[in-house]
């Protein structure tokens, strides 16, 4: 009688052992899983402010809290300078005016800087980063690379980029003034500065069309 209640107890503590080895594995599958789906692109979604939520939060960092936004804006620059910045050379080789050149070449200067800002905040940070120019931007390019004449190049040059700047200067603006991280706030100061200098020389070229902004 002893032996079989002996026995009845090992196997129910076997049943129970096993119970919580499973529990355990599956509360691990869990946590090995939420992070990938955070990330993952059917997760994004788009904030009240246009900002394109990546699912991560608000995580700290050594220079402060990184929200959101704060991800969004550092991969918007860097998204900015795949395509401005081959814009900027087609600018300073095909322009017929020194004003579409000297534009051509503020593109070029700003946005390797702000290239080169944006990849040492993003290692930092640990932002993954877009590497090609997404299919609008690509469209931009493809307009103007085949352009049948120079001044329909420098119409379409002007126009796309003066477009472009108006709509991040809102953004760079924005985080400038609310981000708490120190080195998203730097580059945005530095990035307002930079895209208020192409907005203005853009303008001087004479060509913007602003009823179609």
Request: glycine content about 8%.
């Amino acid at each position: 009688m002893r032996s079989a209640i002996l026995s009845r107890s090992k196997a129910s503590s076997r049943t129970v052992g096993s119970g919580l080895i499973i529990g355990a594995l599956a509360v691990t599958l869990a946590a090995i899983l939420i992070p990938v789906s955070l990330f993952s692109s059917s997760s994004a979604a788009v904030l009240p402010n246009g900002v394109a939520d990546d699912g991560g939060g608000t995580v700290s960092t050594q220079y402060g809290p990184l929200t959101p936004t704060d991800r969004d804006f550092v991969r918007k620059v860097k998204l900015a300078g795949l395509w401005e910045l081959p814009s900027g050379r087609m600018g300073k080789e095909r322009g017929t005016t020194e004003a579409v050149k000297t534009a051509g070449q503020h593109l070029i200067d700003g946005h390797t800087e702000l290239d080169r800002r944006t990849n040492e905040v993003a290692q930092a940070l640990g932002v993954s980063l877009p590497t090609q120019p997404n299919d609008q931007q690509q469209g931009w390019l493809n307009e103007m690379s085949q352009a049948p004449s120079s001044a329909e190049f420098e119409r379409l040059f002007a126009q796309f980029l003066r477009s472009a700047h108006g709509k991040v200067f809102n953004l760079v603006a924005q985080v400038r003034a609310q981000s708490k991280n120190s080195m998203v706030r730097s580059l945005a100061t530095r990035a307002n500065t930079i895209v208020l200098d192409h907005i203005t020389v853009l303008e001087d070229t004479g060509l913007v069309d602003y009823d179609a902004l």
